[in-house]
């Protein structure tokens, strides 16, 4: 029996998402980033004899308990999406969701320290089985390495300061708390940004902690081998690093997005984009859900 928490997570851009993948009832999909189950649901209503294959890393996902014949969980990272589906005996598919936000109950679980609301340690780890956590990069990592965090996982003007701050404030005493790092923040920050400077922090520490990024870059890769002639690549992403990613690789074939051409002059992109720009949601499905509000998705078929 399937059921969808939707206290877990409400699935953004759903309809557009599903549409974008133009399911085959006897085909077989690629669900990345299960979360709640939103998603996944919708694809097992519009197959018959299909399969779909869902990936997620943290133990707490519902898709544990999930029961159907056409459904396959992997409780693992979708960045070994190749290694699952040769084990479970598949060698193309017909088309790949992922929703790269972090679920609703990954926020509203406050102990797993991924919402800045609260009092709670730094850990933001998807996988609590791994050792890395926010705790670790902000009271071991040197300096620098918290400045190059910020600034290339938080597009943060100000990363150098609040990397100092950060390195002065644990000299004197550890942070553990998700409220001690804010209010470190809050002090060396203009009161005018300081929301978005404090999103933008745990933002960083978040895609260090879990290697988001190349995790992304991995399944960008792997969908052009594992997809299918006319196979659909369906993403949401949710920041500017991921949807970059996104937009260059299935543009150009490359993480440049430098777009090569042969002697015709036709692109040799191994995607054609099915949406000129990213879809975003409407101003009714941000009113029903805020979390969706930076949504941005992208649709590409395979050449």
Same mark, same amino acid.
């Given at each position: 029996?399937?059921?969808?928490?939707?206290?877990?997570?409400i699935?953004?851009?759903?309809?557009?998402?599903?549409?974008?993948?133009?399911?085959?009832?006897?085909?077989i999909?690629?669900?990345a980033?299960?979360?709640?189950?939103?998603?996944?649901k919708?694809?097992?209503k519009n197959?018959?004899?299909?399969?779909?294959?869902?990936?997620?890393?943290?133990?707490?996902?519902?898709?544990?308990?999930?029961?159907?014949?056409?459904?396959?969980?992997?409780?693992?990272?979708?960045?070994?999406?190749?290694?699952?589906?040769?084990?479970?005996?598949?060698?193309?598919?017909?088309?790949?969701l992922a929703?790269?936000?972090?679920?609703?109950?990954?926020?509203?679980?406050?102990?797993?320290?991924?919402?800045?609301?609260?009092?709670?340690?730094?850990?933001?780890?998807?996988?609590?089985?791994?050792?890395?956590?926010?705790?670790?990069?902000?009271?071991?990592?040197?300096?620098?390495?918290?400045?190059?965090?910020?600034?290339?996982?938080g597009?943060?003007?100000?990363?150098?300061?609040?990397?100092?701050k *950060?390195?002065?404030?644990?000299? !004197? $005493?550890? &942070?553990?708390? +998700?409220? /001690?790092?804010?209010?470190?923040?809050? %002090?060396?920050?203009?009161?005018?940004?300081?929301?978005?400077?404090?999103?933008?922090?745990?933002?960083?520490?978040?895609?260090?902690?879990?290697?988001?990024?190349?995790?992304?870059?991995?399944?960008?890769?792997?969908?052009?081998?594992?997809?299918k002639?006319?196979?659909?690549?369906?993403?949401?992403?949710?920041?500017?690093?991921?949807?970059?990613?996104?937009?260059?690789?299935t543009?150009?074939?490359?993480?440049?997005?430098?777009?090569?051409?042969?002697?015709?002059?036709?692109?040799?992109? *191994?995607?054609?984009y099915?949406? !000129? $720009?990213? &879809?975003?949601? +409407?101003? /009714?499905?941000?009113?029903?859900?805020? %979390?969706?509000?930076?949504?941005?998705?992208?649709?590409?078929?395979k050449?």
């Open positions: 029996m399937i059921t969808t928490e939707l206290n877990y997570h699935p953004v851009l759903l309809k557009e998402s599903i549409e974008g993948l133009k399911i085959k009832p006897d085909g999909y690629v669900d980033t299960f979360g709640g189950g939103g998603h996944s919708e694809i097992l197959i018959k004899n299909g399969k779909l294959i869902a990936f997620d890393k943290d133990n707490d996902s519902p898709g544990n308990d999930w029961i159907d014949s056409r459904f396959i969980f992997v409780n693992h990272d979708f960045k070994y999406i190749k290694r699952f589906l040769v084990y479970y005996g598949f060698t193309k598919v017909d088309g790949i929703d790269l936000g972090v679920s609703s109950h990954h926020f509203d679980v406050a102990e797993r320290g991924f919402s800045h609301r609260g009092n709670y340690k730094l850990d933001m780890r998807m996988d609590r089985n791994q050792e890395l956590t926010a705790f670790e990069i902000i009271n071991n990592y040197s300096e620098s390495d918290i400045a190059n965090i910020l600034f290339q996982y597009e943060i003007i100000e990363s150098k300061l609040l990397a100092k *950060i390195c002065e404030a644990r000299n !004197k $005493k550890q &942070i553990e708390l +998700t409220s /001690e790092l804010v209010d470190i923040i809050k %002090r060396n920050t203009n009161p005018k940004n300081e929301g978005k400077t404090i999103t933008l922090v745990f933002q960083a520490l978040r895609i260090a902690v879990n290697n988001e990024l190349d995790a992304l870059k991995s399944l960008l890769l792997s969908s052009a081998e594992i997809l002639p006319k196979g659909r690549l369906v993403i949401i992403s949710y920041h500017s690093l991921e949807d970059r990613m996104v937009k260059n690789y543009r150009s074939g490359n993480f440049a997005g430098n777009i090569s051409k042969d002697i015709y002059g036709k692109s040799n992109s *191994i995607f054609s099915i949406t !000129k $720009k990213a &879809i975003i949601p +409407t101003q /009714e499905e941000i009113k029903t859900n805020p %979390r969706s509000r930076s949504a941005h998705l992208r649709i590409a078929e050449n």
